[in-house]
């Protein structure tokens, strides 16, 4: 909006490049705000190591961790259980929702089951879970299965029921069969809506699984934040926490954006994954 | 969400005998509870012909009896008040805070575009994974359970308020403008309105991130509230009150969604045509 | 398919008694009225009518997507139980697939049939150039103009080499500029190629300018109210220009158009009846 408004005296084009190179920088801004103020508060308030380390701490516990291979470690160990429990999320959830998209009797039927267990998706299994299946990866890998499902199922149902008829049709006149259909128009077709479920279901899932390894594992980045806490090492913590944010950033980045790009943009069908998050 | 899709066949309805609606009510009413008695006869069956110890799985009956045991007690109207009033007052403060913040920001596109990444980075970091440090800070209090959830209602509501604030067409605010409008009444004809549909969606995604956070922190702060109930429940074994516990989350989080978020969405949304896409 | 116009006087498509009824959650309601009708081999029937009484109907039952209530109906002698390859549609709406390039789009009957790759692309590349769109051939829908994805309809259609081609309003939704070229361009498609089309609109204009014979429904239920026949001076010649100058052509305009109207201010009339009865 203040685009508009050019400071007189000053030639445009070096306005423009000025504004660019703002425009490019701005992001990192929130970031440097937040590392200034927590610079001060450690001047300014002195607090003990335990309630604020100052940053150099945290720099340090990063390197730390990452050098005595124990961030290697919980990294792989969470992703492992991600990748599983998505994995599995996903093909059911795909599969459930299709069942369901292509029958509204069923769809009608399963509606308020579908409803109540998602309003229990995840994090609330835990307890019984942890009575049930003990604590490992296989307690943290139906947490994720369980968030992941139920959002993509409700999607996929979603996508697949609002696939305009009239392509299916089209296909159809050529002489397509049941099969052809589902295939050519009906997965395409709803894919924006799986799409949309897989990233909203990663962060759900993301957040399942951290909450699920502060208690009920015995390795990965929650489990290692827990650990910290019992020693006051809040260094450990905040660089756990940097960490967890930075790597679910980077799976929306690197492996979730691109799939979409390269699909439902390139068809020009847009995702509302932007909106929703 | 709906799974069930409205039929687009064209011709002008008929008029319907009135005892038709009734007997239809009815019949809506036993379509919902029936896959639920499906499950419970499920459950019956598994408990019964499998003859578990009371630590592994017990009968729907035990697990009736138990809830009302709790609520003849009083018990459960405490744990139900403290999570409430946690997620009422997070709610509240996460909205009042939350959407000043996400008009301010989203009427300027830099400031948009500086703190998008910094909102989707904060949200990549789950509320819970601040939870060992928080309770550093606060101790095991409501306070820090409370903090975590607010941490994670308002992003999405920050989020989304800006979102929705960006999406307003201009000419909306230049037409108001012409008829001399000024800031305030800017504000309630057309911010307001305009963003309520994208706000409303941050406040159901919020929710539903909300409402687990608030579950996995009290399974961990332990000073009451539901996810206390269940976890605590593990440590004695009790099945009933853990599968009592989660009943009564799901039939909560149904009734908070139900009787106050699709309330305002359908207020807003449907009764405007702005639809999401 | 074969010989689309050896038996080019045989009836092609024969509608006998049919009539159509919705089923609504109140019962059944009635979609078209009593209609018969014949469809020669090779010929280009157009269907006018006012919007609801029926039309999309009594297409979609032919292209086999809806069971009609009663009558029969037969392509080539044998009852039309479902869709199929013989029986195209060009729909009224987009029905080309987003995801799919122009080439795969128009490819795409061929690929269901299990064309060999080197003799699809090379239909493909024909019906390309036909109907002129060179240089688009990997751009995806969107990216075209709203005449150029009709065109890639129309091409997909006529690429599956069905004897029957059923198009529904097909130019309904582009530009007025657009939909005289397209217009002009179907007729030559149709020529060059002999096909059986069976071709919905409601422009009076349009049916008389593309239509060998022309068929006026009435509102709601339809049934057939007239069929007026176009002589067609030159094989396929069908431009603009000609039409709008033909004194022979002009009178036949006007005298559908003056069938349709009827219609459509009988239906009017009823609307504004019901809708006083409604809110009194």
Redo the contacts between chains.
Sequence with gaps: MSVLTVPTGRPRHKVRLLNRLAWFLVPAAPFLIVLALWALAGEIFKPSRQTLPPIGDVVAAIYELAVSGQLATNVAASLYRLLLGSLLGLVTGVIGGFIVGLNRKIAETLNPVVVFFNAISGIVWLPLMITWLGIGTALAVFLIWNTVFFIVFQNTALGVQLVSEVYEQGVRSLGGSRWETLRSVTLPGALPYILTGMRTGLGFGWRALIAAELVGAASGLGTMIFDAAEFHRSDIIIAGCLIIGTISIAMDRWLLLPIERRTVQRWGLVADAEKER | MSLASASGAPGRPVGLPSGWAVAARQLRAVKILFPFLVLIAIWWAIDAAGNFSDRVLVSPKRVFDTVIMLISHGVLAEYVSTSLKIIGIASFISIVVGVPIGFAVGANRYAARSLEGFLRFLQGVSGIAWLPLVIIWFGFTHTTTLAIVIYTLIVPIIFNTMVGARAIPEQYELALRSLGAGRLRLITDVYLPGALPSIVVGLRLGMGYGWRALIAAEMLVRQGGLGDLIFGARTSGQIDRIIGGMIVIGALYLLIDRLLVQPIENLTIARWGVLRK | MTSASADKLSDKIVVSGFRHF??????P???TGHIDLVIRGGEFVTLVGPS?CGKTTLLKAL???IRPTEGTLTCDGKPIR????E???V?Q????????TVRRNIG??LE??RVPRAEREEKVARLIGLMGLAGFEDR????LSGGMRQRVAVA??WA?DPDVI?MDEPFAAVDAMTRLTLQEELGRLCAATQKTVFFITHSVDEAVFLGDRVLVMTRRPGTIKAVIDVPRRAAGGRDWESFTTDPEMQSIAERVLKLVRAERGASQAEESRAALEATA
């Design positions: 919705f089923e609504t959650e109140d019962g309601v009635q979609a609801g292209a086999g997507f479902g869709p199929g390859r029986r195209g549609v729909f709406e987009l029905a080309i697939l987003p995801w799919r795409h009957g269901i049939a995806y829908p969107h990216e997909r259609t599956a059923l």
